[in-house]
Structures are given as structure tokens and as C-alpha cells.
């Protein structure tokens, strides 16, 4: 499915001088990076703040759960709004929202800040993320319709991972390690916004655009069958990265007695480095046999990851995380492929907001009961039954996709 550039765009007036869609694309994969980066960058600093201000770790799940909480308001409100009113006016104030929310970062002195921050981000990254999914759609080049999928697949592992690793490595090593990450990430986003009203414009305006506003998600009726087959996969790929995101550095602190900041980083990298690596090595396989295999994959992942916990064994846990993160990147990026199959050009970041809205609610809500569980059973034992119920969701997910062959089995155009 191709897309060409609205005739009406007022931003193609000669005075107007815009990126070509080449550099336009790569802007926008640049910008998903950046929010990606910036949602991981917190987590290795969560110890510190812990340490620094005092709180328990139930006000810990409290900042992971406003973070969530405020992305899918975002995601399930204007999630949809670029349809509308265009691509660039909704990437530009949520990118001036997630450089806001930097700043606030660097200004924290407790918790309560700390809160305001993650829920400003959560709004900015909600706002954000339909958008730019669209928009790469849009902005694909003709003679390759599978791009878009890849970039959309890859890029969100590569940002966690980068912003968790490269936050985890200043807080080792270097000056300021509360705030200096911030500034970075602040500074990046400011030059994106730049790079976002240089873009064209691949969304013409139209009607409904505060009837867009009213909470939902949106799925073409006609599509509705095929997207349910790939709700599991949505949701055992993202209850991984939840898994990961919430408990990881605190299991290689807790359970795995490795005393380091950077290796906290490092688990979530390791998880998300081989998530993009399968992305990338996978791009050109069909999507059904995708979802099959990563999510078997995903499932011995998990499972050997309890075994690695069970043995206190920190050579096998971070080889299962490799393991985990091929079988979630191969399982998201045929869902997503499939998904990006369904998505009518005029409705396509409602669509996505869709997708992510179920990701998210899958990465956050375990998440967030887990950070809760902690307090009462232990980190251990919560690991052991949030990882086994992922393993069981991931072998349904499996399952049901070898017994229903009517799901798409090849590759999507567009």
C-alpha cells in the first residue's frame, strides 16, 4: 500500500523549503529514538533516587505506574488527533512536552517531582507515538513497502536500550549522573522539533478532529478478525519488556548480588540489542511463521531466565535475555507487519495508537502489580509467577496462531 503526499499540503509553497522524504523518514525514526531513550533513561537512576530521597518501593511502582498510566490517556485521546490536523503539529508539541519534562527531570528534588516528570513524558510519548508510526507509513519509500514495519519494530528496542545503557554508563562513571542525562535528551528533543517542521506534511486536514479527542480504540470493522489473532503476541511480547524494564536490575541486584548501576542497564540493553537484532535479520520473512517462532523462542527465553534466577547463575540469566529478546523482536515485528496490513491511509495512527495501547497496557499493568507483589511475596517469587504466566500467554499466542491459518501469511504492503 503506497501513499502520496497530500496535493493540498500548505507547507509545499515555494517559500516553504522542506526535507525530502528520504531525510523526512529518517527524521522521524530519529524522534521515535529519542522517546524511546528517554522512557529507559530513568530506570537505572531509580536506585539512586531511592537512596537519595527515602521512598519505599511501592512509591517506586507508583513512578512506573504514572508514566504508564499517562502514556495510554495520551494513546487513547489524541492518539488518533494527526489524522486530523496533520503529523507535524502534533509530533512538534509533543516533542516541546518531552523537553519540558527533561527539564523537570534536572530540577527534581523528591519524589513529587520525580512523579510530575513521568507523567508529563508518559503524555508526551503517548501523543508522539501514533503519530510517528503513521508517518513513517506514509513517508516509506515505493519500492520498499516493508521499511516502515522494520523501523517501527526495531527502532523502540534500540531506543530502550540505548537510553538504559547510556543512562546506566553515566551514572558509573560520569559527573552529575541525576541530571546530566537529562540535559542530553532535552537538547536532542529540541533539535528534533526543528527536524519535525522542516518535514512535508503527509497528513491533509480534515473534519473530526475533537470527536477524535473522545477516548477509544479503533480498528477497521472489516479487519477486526485478523487483529484479534495477533492480540497474544501483542501482549505476551510486551508483558516481557515489562518484566524486564520493572524487575531486571533489581533481580541482577537482589537475586543475582551484582552491585553495579551499569549492569542494571545492561539487562535491559542486552534484551532489546537482540530484539533489534531479530528485527533486522527477520525483515524479510513472512509475518505469520514470524509470530509462531518468536513467541516458542520468547517462551524458552523466559523459562531458562528463571532458571538462571534459580541457579543465581549471572552468565545463563543475561544469555536467556539474549534469547528472550530475538523471540520478542521476531513475534512484534509480525505482528506489527500484519497490523500495518490493515491500516487505511486516512486512519492509520488511529490504528496504531490501537496497537500500542495494547502493547503498553501489557507492559505496564504486570508491571505495575508486580512492583506491588514485591512488597508481600518477594522478588523472587513474583519473578517466578509473572515469568510463567508470560511463558503460558506466549504458547497460546503460538498455539492459536498454528490452529487459526487464516491469518495473513504474507508479507503486508505497506
Known sequence: MTTALPAADPAASPRARRLPRAAAFWTLTATLLAFMAAAAAPSPLYVVYQAEWKFSATMLTVVFAVYALALL?????????????????????????????????????????????????????GTATGAI?????????????????????????????????????????APAPTTLVYWLLAALCA?????????????????GALASLRPQVSVPRGARGTFLLIVPSLIATWGVVGLYMSLGPSLAAGVLGVRSHLVGGLVVFALMAASA??????????????????????AAGLALTLAALAAASTPLFFTATVISGLGFGAAFLGAFRIAASLAEPARRA????????????????PAIAAGFATTHIGLRDTADIYGGAVIVLALLAAGGLLLNRSTAGSPPQS
Open 191 to 207: 533539535l528534533a522539533v526543528a527536524g519535525i517542521l522542516a518535514m512535508p506534511e503527509t497528513s491533509a486536514r480534515r473534519p
Open 350 to 365: 488511529a490504528l496504531f495508537a490501537t496497537v500500542y495501547t495494547l502493547s503498553y497496557l501489557a507492559f505496564s499493568l
Open 277 to 298: 537484532t531479530a528485527v533486522i535479520a527477520t525483515g524479510a520473512r513472512r509475518p505469520r511463521p514470524m509470530m509462531i517462532g518468536g513467541s516458542v523462542v520468547l
Open 133 to 173: 508510526s503513521a508517518g513513517l507509513v506514509d513517508l516509506q519509500p515505493p519500492h520498499d513497502q516493508r521499511l516502515a514495519s522494520l523501523v517501527n519494530s526495531a527502532t523502540p528496542g534500540i531506543g530502550l536500550g540505548a537510553g538504559a545503557l547510556g543512562s546506566g554508563l553515566l551514572v558509573q562513571y
Open 73 to 125: 490517556a495520551a494513546l487513547v485521546t489524541v492518539g488518533a488527533l494527526s489524522d486530523h490536523i496533520g503529523r507535524r503539529p502534533v509530533l512538534a508539541a509533543a516533542l516541546i512536552a518531552q523537553v519540558a519534562a527533561m527539564l523537570m527531570f534536572v530540577a527534581a528534588d523528591g519524589v513529587g517531582w520525580l512523579i510530575a516528570a513521568r507523567i508529563l513524558q508518559g503524555l508526551a510519548t
